[in-house]
């Protein structure tokens, strides 16, 4: 038995076009993602001001 990979597997013009897939899925999800990171940290600052907000009405409020 041979330990090697037979070189003509490895220079299948079929397996290097699903790897090249693969990589460009891969790509795109990791793009994805980055992008849903981006509108959570928006989010969160977004709620933080927002809690800022209502924290001052409560306090206006309260004053009276």
Known sequence: KTMFVKKD????PEFEAFKAEVK????????QISEIVQNQKTMA???????????A???ILSQK
């Open 9 to 12: 597997f490895i220079e299948n």
């Open 24 to 31: 460009e899925e891969l790509s795109a999800q990791k793009s």
């Open 45 to 55: 600052a977004k709620q933080d001001e927002l809690s800022a907000d209502l924290k």
């Open 57 to 59: 009405i409560l306090s």
